[in-house]
């Protein structure tokens, strides 16, 4: 017997054309994307990391790095009651802003979604305060909550009320911060729902309408649920916007970082107010640490109840069998007919078969 055995060739060498074109079909991708991680590193990263160094040392806006201290930075601020007003002040302007600034978008969107007449002008309209410069918002809201002379005032004055000192007291201040912020973000937000809504398929309404749904029960039925992921975008972009407000009360009152008493003083006017009138880089940018881990928790928190809505969504429903005594009275009729009808086949078949063997 004779034993064949494969021999097995080499393979060729690649020429350098072919190892070219296989390195470009390897490494393409990771060039078409690496200007953005380049950027983002060098942007993004580089200055979270930098701002942790200094935050470890005292470091002076003029006389540069000085002696490593740790962590006593972040206690320092920790201990300070002026940031903790600051948090407290920050947490209400952006309650005052988000929430209001997300049902009033979530309503103009809707009303934009209808058959209107002139939509591409309304559309326009409403983004028209987002691309106004912050400095002709703020000196128009000037005008608006002066406390002497502007139309506010002067309506309280018609009513017999007395003024509102706007720029001094706590809660009225933050009041008009939020104010200037609503209306310059409420349209930007109103279109990102816009576009949302008119994702949804037109059969789900005409289907809903033909059950007898009115137009509030089909928004509150199918428009906020097929919605949701993108209104969960704007609380989150809303979220780290409202926690890094910084222009809006630094142009309520440009003489003061957040106001005579602190009354609307932020986190970002605190850190600000530490690193360049105080030259406090140190305790400035372990600030800005700290509203940075404030960012994620808050990040972490909506992607907890996102998830926690998802699971709750995804979960299958049992629809309980209910039987109707209509029905089960019809099933039991039917049954005992068709019993009847096969015993009468049977009698018959039997007679037939004995008459066959009589006459046989």
Do not use: C
């Not at 007003?85 to 005052?96: M, R, V």
């Not at 970002?268 to 690193?275: C, G, K, M, N, P």
């Not at 429903?317 to 005594?325: A, L």
Request: charged share 15%; aromatic share 12%; hydrophobic share 50%.
């Amino acid at each position: 017997m004779t034993s064949t055995a494969t021999v097995r060739r080499p393979p060729a060498a690649l020429t350098f054309k072919q190892k070219l074109n296989r390195f470009d079909y390897r490494a393409s991708p990771y060039l078409y994307i690496a200007p953005f991680f380049i950027l983002f590193a060098l942007i993004g990263i580089f200055p979270i990391v930098y701002t942790f160094n200094v935050s470890l040392y005292e470091w002076h806006l003029l006389k540069g790095q000085g002696d490593f201290v740790g962590l006593d930075n972040y206690a320092s601020v920790l201990s300070d009651p002026f940031f903790w007003n600051a948090f407290g002040n920050t947490i209400s302007i952006f309650l005052l802003s988000a929430v209001p600034q997300l049902v009033i978008a979530t309503v103009i969107a809707a009303l934009l979604d209808q058959t209107l007449r002139g939509r591409t002008f309304w559309r326009m309209s409403i983004l028209l305060p987002y691309i106004v410069a912050p400095v002709a918002v703020a000196v128009i809201f000037l005008q608006i909550f002066n406390q002497y002379h502007g139309p506010i005032a002067g309506l309280l004055e018609l009513i017999g009320l007395d003024p509102i000192r706007w720029a001094f007291d706590v809660f009225p201040s933050h009041v008009a911060i939020a104010s200037m912020v609503n209306w310059r973000w409420t349209g930007y937000n109103a279109l990102i729902l816009l576009a949302a809504m008119q994702a949804i398929p037109r059969d789900v309404y005409e289907s809903a309408a033909l059950d007898g749904a009115n137009k509030i029960r089909r928004f509150w039925s199918i428009t906020i649920p097929m919605i949701r992921p993108t209104l969960i975008f704007v609380v989150i972009t809303s979220t780290i916007g409202g926690l890094q407000i910084f222009t809006e009360p630094k142009l309520f009152d440009p003489r003061s970082n957040g106001g005579s008493d602190r009354q609307f003083q932020t986190i970002v006017l605190y850190l600000y107010e530490l690193a360049f009138p105080r030259r406090d880089f140190g305790r400035a940018s372990a600030t800005a640490w700290i509203l940075f881990l404030v960012i994620i928790l808050a990040g972490l928190i909506n992607f907890a109840i996102t998830r926690a809505i998802r699971t709750n969504d995804a979960r299958p429903v049992r629809i309980p069998k209910v039987r109707d005594p209509l029905i089960t009275t019809r099933a039991i009729t039917t049954t005992s007919t068709k019993r009847r009808a096969n015993t009468t086949s049977r009698v018959d078949t039997t007679s037939t078969t004995e008459q066959r063997g009589g006459r046989a």
